[in-house]
């Protein structure tokens, strides 16, 4: 029913059954990466509980799915505390809410801005630090502080570099995906082995990440686009633009398609032009990304306890052939 027809006591009935269905979802997800439901209902029960905590800021805890960056860390690894959290992102699911997004974004910051916009990887975020140009420690997003250590798994991923032309510390962010190729080939195997199938090239790629065997992890072929850099104001980088360019001189796969764009016009095309190629793609993608492109207003604008304000996920219509089904019978 419309918000508006809520009691405060149906909210509180409300918005604790949604918290509890999805954390059960959020569970099955994040630490088994084998979700119960598709996306999209996560998505709508999720934007239900924002909109009821929205309407009744006193039911807002801080441990609700909203206030908290979900996933977890598995026993068995060892956990990286992150120098800097690693966080969610906040996500639209129309045009007129990314252009509420972009009026939110000149008012906040007074000027008009260009956007760097993105392709929205469907994978798991990684953080990977060097030394002196050396690799020395590769990690998962976790619950955003705590990740787990998959350094010795990250090290199999042959986009990786283990070592930098140039000695310098760094930390860079990116997401680590497997490619369709290689998901499609897994779960076939998978199937003819009797071993439950991946739902998706996201939740493969989490599994195989998070492996305790880093030959199993080698043997899945993962790839990686890498999108951030920590700190990027120490090596002379003033724009997430420039920022693709120079991890991409350091030797990082970065992903081709981004673009700075100036108006809206140019993000809605940009948005219709990948939702149209989404399928020919060698990775999955789940919509865009808007970036603000300055460094500087980015960290003027900063952080929610969850999400970055100077970025959003424009997060396309679901798949309509894509179902989750666990024993698939494959034709070949
Ligand atoms: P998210 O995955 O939607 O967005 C944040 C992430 O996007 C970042 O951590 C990063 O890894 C990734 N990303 C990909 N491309 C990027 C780019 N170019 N630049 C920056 N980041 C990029 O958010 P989340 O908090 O990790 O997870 C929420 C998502 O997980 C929702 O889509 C939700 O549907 C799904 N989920 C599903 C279930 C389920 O049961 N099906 C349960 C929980 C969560």
């Not at 801080?62 to 979900?70: E, H, I, L, N």
């Not at 972009?102 to 916009?117: C, E, G, L, P």
């Not at 990684?126 to 990690?139: M, N, P, Q, T």
């Not at 920590?230 to 990082?252: C, P, S």
């Amino acid at each position: 029913k419309p918000i508006k027809d809520y009691s405060l006591a149906d909210a509180t009935t409300t918005v604790g059954e949604l918290r509890q269905q999805l954390r059960r979802y959020a569970q099955a997800y994040y630490t088994q990466d084998a979700p119960l439901v598709e996306d999209s209902v996560y998505d709508d029960q999720y934007r239900q509980l924002q909109e009821l905590e929205q309407a009744f800021p006193q039911l807002v805890t801080a441990d609700s799915p909203t206030q908290q960056v979900g996933g977890t860390v598995l026993a068995g690894f060892t956990k990286v505390s992150h120098q800097l959290p690693m966080l969610s992102m906040g996500d639209v699911f129309s045009l007129d809410e990314l252009a509420s997004f972009d009026s939110r974004m000149q008012k906040a910051i007074q000027q008009t801005t260009t956007y760097n916009v993105e392709l929205k990887i469907d994978g798991l975020a990684i953080s990977l630090r060097y030394e002196a140009g050396k690799l020395v420690l590769g990690s998962t997003r976790g619950d955003g502080s705590i990740g787990e250590d998959v350094t010795a798994n990250l090290r199999t991923v042959a986009s990786i570099p283990q070592t930098l032309a140039v000695p310098i510390d760094l930390e860079v962010r990116g997401e680590c995906y497997m490619p369709k190729a290689s998901f499609e080939k897994l779960n076939r195997e998978r199937d003819n082995n009797g071993e439950a199938v991946f739902a998706n090239p996201r939740n493969a790629a989490a599994g195989s990440l998070r492996q305790l065997n880093s030959r199993v992890t080698k043997e899945r072929q993962l790839d990686t686009f890498i999108y951030t850099i920590v700190n990027a104001d120490r090596y002379g980088v003033t724009t997430q633009a420039e920022a693709l360019k120079q991890l991409q001189e350091w030797g990082f796969h970065v992903n081709p398609e981004s673009m700075v764009a100036t108006d809206l016009q140019q993000i809605d095309d940009y948005i219709q032009r990948y939702q149209a190629q989404r399928d020919e793609l060698p990775y999955g993608i789940d919509g865009v990304v808007l970036k603000i492109n300055q460094l500087s207003l980015q960290a003027e604008l900063g952080n929610t306890v969850k999400v970055p304000r100077w970025e959003i996920a424009y997060k396309f219509p679901p798949e309509e052939a894509h179902t989750i089904v666990r024993d698939i019978e494959w034709t070949v």
